[in-house]
């Protein structure tokens, strides 16, 4: 907002900068404006005594009163040091508590910590936190057996998208075959009906890339791909995963397989709805002979390996999730 080390010459610094900041920069700050208004902020090493952000957030809180959105800052807590007499401790308290109480006027709530390292232990956890609201729902779906058809099967890819959108979930779909489109569609039309303005805080899109003609550097780059998907992901589903070989037998995803690796290794959550077959099967299997680690599954067992009812399947997939999401 006011400058970059690249660019010195361009940096506002002086009482000037800041009066012909609107008349130079008019966009940012209506930009920044709306940010402030439907996204919540966390400030780190902010001081708060920037005139621009302090007149935004004024007319922020006499356009929205008691409705302004709630924001964050990180504030090291006073504390006696040797050198200081009781007096200025007292003082220097006295002048954090107007500061907080001033700060509150804007909706922002002030983190105290001990000391500045406490910072990063706590941004790790809001990390987790953030990412558990990430759900990707891996899978494929060549061929449908064991009571599922086309039909059935991509009426409940639908419904499960549609409902985790529903509960606040931001569902990310890598566009499996057979069930892509489906994932996609359950998350639109939530969207569309809530009339959210911002898709991306809702859905993400990876689609593989499938113009690479050489086999092993298309491997290559879909497993890098993998990776890059879900690293930012704190739950992942699995549903059905098969796909035909080259000799027209139908097998077990191996790219679900991939996901599945990546996600243990990453200790997200994963709930393989085994009802499904295939991929989704077999990773249900390889939980459960260590349900110790993964007990979260205990109490959903028979209905994740034996249901097919589409309801009672999205239901438990949600309880799983929100519980997950608590925890982390």
Avoid at 87 to 94: K, P, Y
Avoid at 168 to 190: D, K, P
């Amino acid at each position: 907002m006011h400058g970059d080390c690249a660019y010195p010459f361009d940096a506002i610094l002086t009482k000037d900068d800041y009066a012909q900041y609107e008349k130079r920069y008019p966009l940012f700050r209506e930009v920044l404006k709306g940010d402030l208004i439907s996204k919540s902020f966390l400030f780190i090493g902010f001081s708060f005594d920037d005139p621009n952000l302090e007149h935004i957030l004024n007319q922020i809180r006499m356009v929205l009163n008691e409705n302004i959105r709630t924001h964050y800052c990180f504030m090291k807590k006073v504390c006696k040091e040797e050198n200081k007499s009781d007096e200025e401790f007292n003082n220097a308290r006295i002048k954090q508590d107007i500061r907080e109480t001033e700060l509150k006027r804007f909706g922002i709530q002030t983190i105290f910590v001990d000391e500045y390292s406490e910072i990063t232990a706590i941004l790790l956890e809001l990390e987790k936190a953030v990412f558990a609201n990430n759900v990707f729902i891996s899978g494929s779906a060549h061929s449908y057996k064991n009571g599922w058809d086309e039909k059935k099967a991509k009426e409940f890819a639908f419904k499960l998208s549609n409902k985790l959108v529903a509960n606040g979930f931001r569902v990310v779909s890598g566009y499996g075959l057979g069930i892509g489109s489906s994932v996609i569609n359950g998350a639109l039309t939530e969207i569309r009906r809530k009339k959210y303005k911002h898709l991306e805080e809702h859905l993400g899109l990876h689609p593989f890339p499938r113009d690479i003609e050489d086999e092993k550097e298309r491997e290559k780059v879909w497993d890098i791909y993998r990776k890059e998907i879900l690293k930012e992901i704190g739950i992942v589903v699995f549903i059905f995963g098969n796909k035909s070989d080259e000799n027209g037998e139908i097998t077990i995803a191996d790219g679900c397989m991939k996901e599945f690796d990546i996600a243990k290794d990453q200790d997200s959550i994963i709930i393989p709805v085994g009802s499904t077959g295939g991929a989704a099967e077999e990773i249900y299997h390889k939980l459960v002979r260590n349900i110790e680690k993964y007990s979260y599954l205990e109490e959903y067992q028979d209905i994740l390996l034996n249901s097919k009812d589409i309801d009672d399947l999205v239901q438990t997939v949600l309880i799983i999730a929100e519980k997950a999401r608590k925890v982390l």
